[in-house]
């Protein structure tokens, strides 16, 4: 195990009194959901180090701001009642508790990475819930609903549709996202239905039993009839193209492979398929039932989306 370097320990140690003092004196509400489009280049996640010992410190630490990532002294207590009223208003959800020190140590290992950071989000995956953290503050917390496959004891087996672990960046913004469902959708679709899949490439047709003729032009699947018309094929929103009882499995930039809704009102999106999101289904909030994703209540993804600034590290553990 490897030791903190000495200049940077009275920082993590600062970091954790910061957060050690959020949990221990705000009572923050339960809040809250679900995957994610196009799987745009992002920064790659950075595996979560073995845990390093951090040293408990005084209540009275140097803290970054969140301005220009410089430390000012602060009293951390006085500092956390200022902002306690803040931080419940702040919140959603019918039910308040009060977070647990489970989440500080399941963080401790990351804690010389967090001393350098001046806002960033913490997913505690076990715990379900999510911490926004910014000026050595706990200004949002709120209830998720993770990957199916994750570990609830954080081990380090994971099954499929595991939330990955690691350190990521918002590397983008979306407000009304479109779900681009990946093909494991359409195999998912086609045992609950017991229909047959049937793939449909940019280059390829699809002959109907009708006569008509599928086909791909730029962003549309196109339905050519019998008398020589063509017109993009008819799909409802959020739902799969049959033809003769078949699934169609389109290419991923065509209109009728994007779902509305589904990732709720807008998302955080973190690179290679995942994102912190809302949901169409508030009640998966704190199971492990995703694919992948974070997932938020609308309400909670509303309020949390304006106060993360694009490039924020987010550390899923």
């Not at 679900?34 to 996640?45: F, G, I, S, Y």
């Not at 086909?215 to 008398?227: E, L």
């Not at 589904?262 to 704190?286: E, F, Q």
């Not at 309020?303 to 924020?312: N, S």
């Amino acid at each position: 195990m490897r030791s903190v370097p000495i200049a940077v320990r009275p920082r993590v140690a600062g970091i954790v009194a910061t957060i050690s003092a959020a949990v221990s004196t705000l009572a923050l509400t339960l809040g809250p959901v679900v995957v994610t489009p196009n799987r745009a280049q992002a920064e790659p996640p950075v595996p979560l180090r073995q845990a390093t010992a951090v040293r408990a410190v005084p209540a009275r630490v140097a803290v970054p701001t969140a301005h220009d990532g410089t430390t000012a002294r602060a009293d951390v207590a006085t500092a956390m009642a200022a902002t306690a009223a803040t931080a419940t208003a702040t919140a959603t959800g019918p039910t308040a508790a009060r977070v647990g020190p489970e989440a500080l140590r399941a963080f401790a290992e990351v804690g010389p990475l967090l001393a350098a950071e001046s806002t960033y989000v913490l997913v505690h995956t076990a715990q379900r819930r999510l911490y926004l953290v910014s000026g050595g503050t706990v200004r949002y917390s709120a209830r998720v609903a993770v990957g199916r496959g994750t570990p609830r004891d954080g081990a380090a087996s994971a099954g499929r549709f595991a939330t990955p672990f690691g350190r990521f960046t918002v590397s983008r913004k979306d407000v009304a996202p479109l779900w681009v469902p990946p093909d494991w959708h359409y195999a998912e679709r086609a045992r609950r239905t017991g229909r047959r899949l049937v793939r449909l490439a940019a280059s390829d047709s699809l002959r109907a039993a009708d006569g008509s003729t599928y086909f791909v032009a730029g962003n549309d699947v196109m339905r050519r009839a019998t008398d020589g018309s063509s017109r993009p094929a008819d799909v409802t929103p959020g739902e799969e193209l049959i033809v003769d009882g078949r699934i169609v499995v389109p290419p991923t930039h065509v209109n009728q492979r994007r779902y509305p809704a589904v990732l709720g009102t807008h998302r955080l999106y973190l690179g290679d398929g995942y994102g912190i999101h809302g949901t169409t289904d508030p009640r998966s909030i704190g199971r492990a039932v995703t694919h992948g994703c974070i997932r938020l209540r609308n309400e909670d993804i509303d309020a949390l989306f304006p106060l993360v600034p694009l490039g924020t590290p987010v550390y899923v553990r």
